[in-house]
């Protein structure tokens, strides 16, 4: 993984995914983000996010033709990945051993 | 939730053929059941913003997202293009982000074919505005084209001309081939409200108005057939949605308020709908009145008036004031109610024959109808002209726009040449070139958009010389912009793409080797640009030709002769049937007002007449002459007539030519008498008119003697010959009705104060009391020369100098390509003077050119104005030389700027560069 660090909103993704579990597509994620942030999610910048974390191999996805019940509703449904999961767990390691100490700091400046 | 919600269809089809192909379906199917979970969750309303905004936002982040991993385009450009890829989506956008990226490069050369495109777009759509809403909006109606025009047809007159109340209650009560019968006329009222007064503009209708044209009412009820029986006896108003909202504020509570409408309260009975403004296609109707209220307020328009019994307006069969629609019943065609109504107008003229003689129906399907079959034959050559002119204007602009894509197509000669010698395809290149060309078009396009709607509002507070408040009905429609971005996408096409083209033809190696320099030649022959500047003089040369014959004829329509003087004149049209005077009553009015006012100081002479010179009334009367007229069933001559008093002749100026003016010899039960006109004189008297007699009415009518001839006056319009006139003795015909004329030494508003108040102090009850001066009234009646002129002479100024732009960049780009050669001729011995010489002799050859061509387009055309000018000729040469003379100077400045920049040019920096 080296490089590759974990954006912001692509950590954002992947926790949504883990969250809703494998084989969800766009819109339910953009509806976690908004329900978990309370921020507004652009579908396509989800999608784009997605694009790139597979492109990283963080997670896998394939087009789901008929999941819908009636006619021939495209999704493309993604799953994370072990290496998906290997990262968000090396990124919170990360985090929370910077995160260790500071927070009486932040009470304190509050 | 169900699945069949579907995001707004439009917005859907867009974002489906800009979104990559790759993606399209999922991203479309994600983003159609986010909306339904919006929908469902915060409106529809708010849903459909946010599905706009991502129909925006998600083409914009995915190009964003490829540019960031992705090969620069300008390299993938440069390779040839796999054939399979050629047309997909996905190259597009390569094309559309690559012209991004060359245009921003360029951003003068933007700036300026974009604003070039705007002004030319921005005012040839302002001007399609105007005609569209007066060409091609449909009536805001039901079934529009169900609808058929009657006209009552006068064979004396020669004119398709309005009905009579009693003969459209004729005609509504036996027609079988017409669902529905509905007579209108325009009308000017006097709206007074707690003291303050103002002139309100309206239609009569029929009862079964509305009803015919499937109107609905917005608020109360609308006006029907039980508002419509009683003449005089109907006083309610329903008002315009427009006039409603803007003048009382969108009142809800106005139902049942009474408004005063000349000294008469109106109640209110209900409010328009909003899309419907009317049968004037341009202005907003106010209100609507009932027909049988046409005596208290006058119907404006065509009137002709013949005389028949019957106390007020809509109970005299002779008073023709209303135009006719009919609905064609089921089955029927404009054939079938042709024929009907020829029988039932034959029963008319045999039951009437006093009122209906000469009289007969034409019937028009109502699309084939703008304004009435008489204008419509202006409206269409005259709505071609503007617009002709304005296209002159865009093309001259375009002009401007290929000689500027020229020069840098000329420039990117070696770019181009670059990207052709690393393979790309003639046609990637062409697609890339197209692409740019497209999107400054667009941008164009908008902007042009934008500017009509600028213009438009402009217009809309533009107010014709008339004291009556208008309210145009202008829309910018999906019509206007499609003419908008059409005529942007055309001229951004062929003026940007094919000098771009033209420019792409690269020979390779001279390209690169000369850095992109040479590809125009030696820049010595006239070639494609000299030709643009050509075309461009040649424009400029008609605009300003046409301009200059319109302020001509403006000019010499000011002071034209009109047979009186119009100067310090004022006129108050009077109606004393208003308050119930009796005509004898009104008739002692007249006389007492007309000498309290001639006893005022500043006042040198009062009149009175039943119609002015120059009023839109037309007053015509059969006159039959012993001798002429040989049979008894023989029309008789019709001619233009008015009733007035012995002073009118002073007041207005007219000069006595042979006989005596009326005077207070002439009474009631004296012999009729009556003055001529010089031109009726010598049409049916060629012997001498006075002492003469004729008959009005008919050949055993009432004698009437002619006692004197009057020089002409202009009778119905500024521009015509000499017409016939025929004035009847005022104390022989009495009448409720007159307009005073007064004139004054000078026009001050103490004057017309004072006037005022003399007539307010003879009946204090008088409320419809408008002054209008002579001039003012004039004013309308010029207001299309004048108006054509302020356009032309706009149009001829931007044409002048879009060419003075196309010039100077012709003639500065030629010296810039010959500085090597100048530099020579100056190192070998030429004189500045001689250098100089050279440069402006170029120039002015393509002006000469160009001023010869348009001068012979100018003659060509200048005949279309010929209806408009006055005392003017078409090829008048004051005209034509002060075109000539205003282009020689503007160019002359625009070609010695570089060519004095060229004799300056220093010889060793010339050889030395490059």
């Known amino acids: 993984m080296g490089r590759d660090v974990l954006g912001g909103f692509e950590h954002q993704i992947l926790l949504s995914i883990l969250r809703l579990g494998d084989d969800t597509y766009t819109v339910p994620i953009v509806l976690e983000l908004e329900a978990q942030t309370g921020r507004e999610a652009a579908p396509a910048a989800v999608y784009i996010a997605l694009r790139r974390l597979e492109k990283k191999g963080l997670v896998s996805s394939r087009l789901d033709e008929a999941a819908g019940t009636r006619g021939a509703r495209k999704r493309r449904v993604v799953s994370i990945t072990p290496a998906g999961v290997d990262t968000l767990s090396e990124s919170r390691k990360a985090l929370v051993t910077l995160w260790d100490g500071v927070e009486e700091r932040l009470d304190a400046t509050k | ?914």
């Not at chain 2, 401007?400 to 393979?423: F, P, Y």
């Not at chain 2, 009631?668 to 006109?677: P, T």
Request: hydrophobic share 45%; glycine share 10%; net charge neutral.
């Open chain 2, 1 to 914: 939730m169900s699945d069949r919600v579907v995001p707004p269809r439009f917005l859907a089809g867009v974002l489906r053929r800009v979104l990559p192909r790759h993606d399209r379906d999922v991203l479309l199917a994600d983003l159609a059941e986010l909306y339904r979970f919006r929908l469902a969750r915060d409106g529809k309303l708010r849903a459909a913003a946010w599905y706009a905004r991502h129909v925006l936002g998600t083409p914009l982040r995915m190009i964003a997202a490829r540019r960031s991993h992705r090969p620069s385009v300008a390299i993938k450009n440069a390779h040839p293009t796999p054939r399979r890829e050629k047309f997909a989506m996905e190259s597009i956008w390569q094309d559309i982000r690559f012209a991004i990226r060359t245009l921003a490069r360029a951003p003068m050369y933007v700036a300026v074919v974009v604003l070039t495109l705007t002004i030319g777009v921005g005012i040839n759509a302002t001007i399609f505005t105007m005609v569209n809403a007066l060409l091609f909006r449909p009536l805001p109606v039901v079934a529009p084209e169900e609808l058929v025009e009657i006209y009552s047809y006068n064979a004396e007159l020669d004119a398709p001309l309005t009905t009579s109340h009693p003969d459209y209650v004729s005609i509504s009560e036996s027609t079988t081939t017409l669902s529905g019968v509905a007579g209108h006329s325009l009308l000017v009222a006097r709206m007074t409200n707690d003291g303050d007064a103002e002139l309100v503009f309206g239609e009569f209708v029929t009862g079964g108005f509305f009803d015919l044209l499937g109107i609905k009412p917005h608020m109360g009820r609308l006006i029907g057939p039980d508002d419509d029986r009683v003449p005089g006896g109907h006083p309610v108003v329903v008002l315009g949605h427009g006039f409603w909202r803007d003048r009382f504020a969108a009142d809800e509570t106005i139902l049942g308020q009474v408004l005063t409408l000349n000294g008469r309260p109106y109640t209110v009975i209900g409010i328009a709908p909003e899309e419907f403004n009317g049968l004037v296609h341009v202005i907003d109707a106010q209100m609507w009145l009932p027909a049988t209220m046409a005596d208290t307020i006058d119907p404006i328009g065509a009137i002709s008036m013949t005389e028949s019994p019957g106390d007020t307006r809509p109970e005299q069969r002779g008073a023709r004031w209303m135009m006719m629609k009919g609905r064609l019943a089921e089955g029927m065609g404009v054939a079938q109610v042709q024929a009907e109504l020829d029988a039932i107008y034959a029963r008319l003229r045999a039951a009437y024959p006093d009122s209906n003689e000469d009289w007969s129906p034409r019937v028009l399907p109502a699309t084939s109808v703008r304004v009435h079959p008489m204008a419509d034959g202006y409206l269409a050559p005259v709505s071609a002209v503007m617009l002709g002119m304005v296209g002159l204007v865009l093309i001259s602009a375009c002009t401007n726009i290929a000689a500027m894509t020229l020069s840098r197509a000329s420039a990117r000669s070696k770019e181009i040449a670059v990207r052709l010698a690393l393979g790309a395809g003639k046609a990637r290149l062409m697609r890339q070139l197209l692409t740019e060309s497209l999107g400054l078009a667009f941008m164009g396009g908008l902007g042009g958009v934008g500017l009509t709607f600028w213009l438009r509002g402009l217009l809309l507070r533009f107010q014709p010389p008339n004291s009556i408040p208008m309210s145009w009905n202008l829309p910018v429609d999906g019509r206007v912009i499609a003419f908008a971005f059409g005529l942007a996408l055309a001229a951004g096409l062929v003026f940007g793409l094919a000098p771009a083209l033209r420019g792409s033809r690269t020979d390779l190696v001279a390209a690169l080797k000369d850095g992109g320099r040479s590809t125009e030649g030696s820049g010595r022959k006239l070639g494609l640009r000299g030709a643009l500047v050509v075309a461009q003089v040649a424009v400029c040369i008609i605009l300003l030709v046409g301009a200059a014959l319109l302020v001509r004829s403006a000019r010499s329509a000011a002071d034209m002769d009109l047979g009186f003087d119009p100067a310090a004149l004022l006129t108050y049209n009077i109606d004393m049937g208003f308050l119930d005077y009796s005509p004898e009553e009104s008739q002692q009015f007249f006389d007492d007002a007309s000498a309290r006012i001639a006893a005022l100081p500043g006042v040198t002479g009062v009149g009175l007449a039943s119609r002015m010179p120059l009023s839109m009334q037309l007053n015509g009367t059969p006159i039959y002459i012993e001798g002429l007229q040989l049979t008894e069933d023989d029309p008789g001559s019709q001619v233009d007539a008015t009733t007035v008093s012995g002073t009118y002749f002073e007041t207005l100026g007219v000069p006595l030519l042979r006989g005596r003016t009326f005077g207070p010899q002439d009474t009631a039960d004296s012999l009729a008498v009556a003055m001529v006109s010089q031109a009726l004189a010598r049409q049916y008297y060629p012997d001498g008119a006075v002492g003469q007699r004729f008959h009005t009415g008919d050949l055993n009518g009432p004698e009437v003697e002619i006692v004197g001839v009057v020089a002409d006056t202009k009778v119905r319009t500024v521009g015509e010959d000499p017409r016939p006139y025929l004035y009847l003795a005022d104390e022989q015909a009495t009448t409720s009705r007159a307009t005073l004329a007064v004139r004054l030494d000078r026009d001050t508003p103490e004057v017309r104060a004072s006037v005022r108040r003399q007539l307010l102090a003879l009946e204090p009850e008088m409320r419809s009391l408008t002054d209008a001066d002579m001039l003012g009234l004039l004013g309308v009646a010029l207001f299309p020369v004048r108006f054509g002129a302020a356009m032309l002479i706009g149009a001829g100024v931007i044409a002048l100098l879009l060419v003075s732009i196309g010039l100077y960049g012709v003639i500065a780009y030629s010296v810039a390509r010959r500085s090597k050669e100048i530099g020579v001729r100056m190192a070998l011995g030429a004189a500045s003077g001689d250098v100089l010489q050279m440069v402006l002799r170029r120039g002015l050859g393509l002006v000469a050119i160009g001023a010869v061509i348009g001068g012979l387009g100018a003659a060509l055309l200048s005949r279309a104005l010929t209806s408009v000018l006055y005392g003017v000729g078409a090829l008048d040469p004051l005209a034509f030389g002060a075109a000539f003379l205003i282009l020689l100077l503007v160019s002359g400045l625009a070609n010695w700027l570089p060519a004095r920049r060229a004799a300056r040019l220093d010889p060793v920096q010339a050889l030395r560069a490059d």
